[in-house]
């Protein structure tokens, strides 16, 4: 699969990406782009000096103060799929099916939407909100990034236990369940998120072929699907999760049900903001299997916010848990990286 879309997901009157959308942060030029590598690197060997340290007092427990420890909650699968896909407009992206956001925006602007999240987005005149809203209600353009790159490098689900963290629209997860993987957990800050987005889109795409049906006219394929018919193995494979990473995190290390450490994580656009980094990697430490890997990708450099690759590869050097390589650069418009990250007495 190759995708090349940017931030979010529209679709014009041939239905193909409309490559004039505006990104929702500008293109830099190369000198632009140069100087914040530079600038990215600068701050990267600042937090060496200030950053939390194994061992040090300021490393142990300490919780950021802008950090919100937003309250865990696994949501349940409903029993009726044609409940979950009602009303709701499905549109595709190669062979993955995906909710239409606006729609889904405009229905919780008339208040099925309980955190608030939609209006003060709206409000706000923002996709980020710390500690509120964490941009889950949009698809980001690291996320085909890795999607091409899981294509690329020919990464094998099977059998595999996957995470997707910080799913968003949960493609990553989507992507790892038609892998064929054993089992597919999915994970994001907002419960609007996982209710509205993200378990609908694993539905549609769990759908029986003659459960959609096209518009049948000229205009793009979106689809309303028919009565549902779904394969029930896969979303049975499937858990959903949301709140903030360390309780997310607790609740699934003293759950009754069993839990078996990731093999693979899956996560995108989830560094830009370093204050973060501490519950990030806590949580990889955590729910990783031993010799299990996390595949991220993210911006060189995240400008607003000062997160990005140099600092989130700097941060976790310090750590002395994990090691770190770069897969892959894309250097079109902002400098965008996949890392690979695994134990470093790993095999």
């Known amino acids: 699969m190759s995708f090349r879309f940017n931030f979010f997901i529209d679709e014009n009157e041939n239905n193909e990406p409309d490559t004039n959308d505006k990104m929702d942060l500008q293109l830099c030029s190369s000198k632009q782009k140069q100087e914040s590598a530079e600038k990215s690197k600068q701050a990267a060997d600042t937090v060496a000096d200030s950053s939390l340290r194994p061992g040090t007092d300021k490393h142990q427990d300490e919780t950021p103060s802008k950090f919100c420890l937003k309250a865990a909650k696994e949501h349940n699968i409903p029993e009726d799929f044609n409940k979950v896909l009602e009303d709701k407009v499905l549109e595709t992206v190669s062979d993955l099916y995906y909710i239409n956001m606006s729609a889904v925006e405009m229905t919780c602007l008339d208040g099925s939407d309980e955190e608030g999240i939609v209006s003060k987005s709206v409000s706000s005149h923002s996709d980020l909100i710390p500690g509120v809203y964490e941009g889950g209600l949009k698809i980001w353009e690291c996320t085909f990034d890795l999607i091409d790159y899981l294509s690329e490098a020919e990464i094998e689900f099977t059998n595999k236990t996957v995470l997707d963290l910080g799913c968003g629209a949960g493609l990553l997860g989507i992507v790892a369940l038609r892998g064929k993987?054993?089992?597919?957990?999915?994970?994001?800050?907002?419960?609007?998120?996982?209710?509205?987005?993200?378990?609908?889109?694993?539905?549609?795409?769990?759908?029986?072929?003659?459960?959609?049906?096209?518009?049948?006219?000229?205009?793009?394929?979106?689809?309303?699907?028919?009565?549902?018919?779904?394969?029930?193995?896969?979303?049975?494979?499937?858990?959903?999760?949301?709140?903030?990473?360390?309780?997310?995190?607790?609740?699934?290390?003293?759950?009754?049900?069993?839990?078996?450490?990731?093999?693979?994580?899956?996560?995108?656009?989830?560094?830009?903001?370093?204050?973060?980094?501490?519950?990030?990697?806590?949580?990889?430490?955590?729910?990783?299997?031993?010799?299990?890997?996390?595949?991220?990708?993210?911006?060189?450099?995240?400008?607003?916010?000062?997160?990005?690759?140099?600092?989130?590869?700097?941060?976790?050097?310090?750590?002395?848990v994990f090691r770190s390589s770069t897969v892959k650069i894309i250097d079109k418009g902002l400098q965008r990286c996949i890392m690979e990250i695994a134990f470093k007495d790993s095999s």
């Open 181 to 320: 993987a054993e089992k597919v957990h999915f994970q994001d800050y907002n419960s609007t998120v996982i209710d509205k987005i993200t378990l609908p889109n694993v539905v549609a795409n769990c759908l029986k072929e003659g459960s959609r049906r096209d518009s049948g006219d000229s205009k793009p394929p979106l689809k309303r699907p028919r009565k549902v018919e779904c394969f029930p193995d896969m979303l049975t494979k499937c858990r959903f999760f949301s709140g903030e990473w360390s309780e997310v995190s607790q609740l699934l290390l003293s759950s009754n049900k069993p839990l078996s450490k990731y093999d693979i994580i899956l996560t995108s656009e989830t560094i830009y903001n370093p204050d973060y980094y501490s519950a990030l990697h806590d949580t990889l430490a955590q729910l990783l299997d031993r010799n299990g890997r996390v595949y991220l990708a993210s911006k060189a450099h995240y400008f607003g916010v000062g997160g990005g690759i140099y600092l989130f590869e700097k941060f976790f050097e310090e750590r002395n």
